[in-house]
T-cell receptor, first 115, second 109 residues
Framework: ETGVTQTPRHLVMGMTNKKSLKCEQH?????MYWYKQSAKKPLELMFV???????ENNSVPSRFSPECPNSSHLFLHLHTLQPEDSALYLC??????????????FGSGTQLSVL | DAKTTQPTSMDCAEGRAANLPCNHS???????VYWYRQIHSQGPQYIIH???NNETNEMASLIITEDRKSSTLILPHATLRDTAVYYC??????????FGTGTRLQVFP
């Protein structure tokens, strides 16, 4: 148990659906991240939030919309996805300190299948 | 961020030490070496990190060569639960941690 909880654990959705992935941490961290891991590919960083402000958006299509209402919660809103968006979506958090070498704590991920 | 090179896969017998190498020949002076692992269908788990000196914690030891161009992660007594993909990352700042393809370690009975 890492202290980062993601729900749902599995999600199947059609291309016209709208769904949201949720991530919650109670570690007192101020930075949160979304990563995508497609089959047999490395993890790709999607979004970074620092103190609830988005500080990184790695050319992610607009059909993925992140939201960080407070430092403990992070959402990824999904709409009109494509089958190639099927992947494991991972949330992570880390402390926001002056140190540059903080650990990232990952959730177990949401396995998304787009039909 | 320095590029890292790791073997695609390795095997290790249960109870033996697993030594996972990583090459980071272009590492700069302020970049740390981090190791994470990912057990199948779970999120990556932090293992250890270091800058210059060798490091040890309850999970593993990290040996960094004097020129810092390579390192080795050592799991002293591998168990079946250590079967995972192990990622070596050389970066200064972890706020945008970039993962490569890693080494798939298979521990066999």
């Amino acid at each position: 148990e890492t202290g980062v909880t993601q729900t749902p654990r599995h999600l199947v959705m059609g291309m016209t659906n709208k769904k949201s992935l949720k991530c919650e941490q109670h570690l007192g961290h101020n930075a949160m991240y979304w990563y995508k891991q497609s089959a047999k590919k490395p993890l790709e960083l999607m979004f970074v939030y620092s103190l609830e402000e988005r500080v990184e958006n790695n050319s992610v299509p607009s059909r993925f919309s992140p939201e960080c209402p407070n430092s403990s919660h992070l959402f990824l809103h999904l709409h009109t996805l494509q089958p190639e968006d099927s992947a494991l979506y991972l949330c992570a958090s880390s402390p926001l300190t002056e140190a540059t070498n903080e650990k990232l704590f990952f959730g177990s991920g949401t396995q998304l299948s787009v039909l | 961020d320095a590029k890292t090179t790791q073997p695609t896969s390795m095997d290790c017998a249960e109870g033996r030490a697993a030594n996972l190498p990583c090459n980071h020949s272009t590492i700069s002076g302020n970049e740390y070496v981090y190791w994470y692992r990912q057990i199948h269908s779970q999120g990556p788990q932090y293992i250890i990190h270091g800058l210059k000196n060798n490091e040890t914690n309850e999970m593993a030891s990290l040996i960094i060569t004097e020129d810092r161009k390579s390192s080795t992660l050592i799991l002293p007594h591998a168990t079946l639960r250590d079967t995972a993909v192990y990622y070596c990352i050389a970066q200064y700042n972890t706020d945008k941690l970039i993962f490569g393809t890693g080494t798939r370690l298979q521990v066999f009975p």
